[in-house]
Nanobody, 119 residues
Framework: QVHMVQSGGGLVQPGGSLRLSCAAS????????MAWYRQAPGKQRESVAI???????NYADSVKGRFTISKDNAKNTVYLQMNSLKPEDTAVYYC?????????????WGQGTQVTVSS
């Protein structure tokens, strides 16, 4: 069984910064990908940032230059540093981890954390 714990988030003024963390524990195998998604009210969940097992990153156009995804392999933890936040970044943010264990692919989600950007 894999356990995911997210932390961070909250209320911040436009232009501010926040850092999200997500740690995977338990029967986690070889992690092939870690990512952050978000879902705003009335909208579909969208990909925000992805980091591969080898460290290659990919960002949504809307967050390029403002958000940075990183990971700590030893801790099975992924981070999302969010700078220059805008009201349109307001959403519930979810982490996602994909692994392979004994030839079986796993796909795990965090519990979600609210990020609100407002003055």
């Amino acid at each position: 069984q894999v356990h995911m714990v997210q932390s961070g988030g909250g209320l911040v003024q436009p232009g501010g910064s926040l850092r999200l963390s997500c740690a995977a524990s338990g029967d986690i195998g070889h992690i092939s990908r870690m990512a952050w998604y978000r879902q705003a009210p009335g909208k579909q969940r969208e990909s925000v940032a992805i980091i591969s097992g080898g460290g290659t990153t990919n960002y949504a156009d809307s967050v390029k230059g403002r958000f940075t995804i990183s990971k700590d392999n030893a801790k099975n933890t992924v981070y999302l540093q969010m700078n220059s936040l805008k009201p349109e970044d307001t959403a519930v943010y979810y982490c996602n981890v994909q692994d392979v264990s004994m030839g079986v692919r796993g796909d795990y989600w965090g519990q979600g954390t609210q990020v609100t950007v407002s003055s």
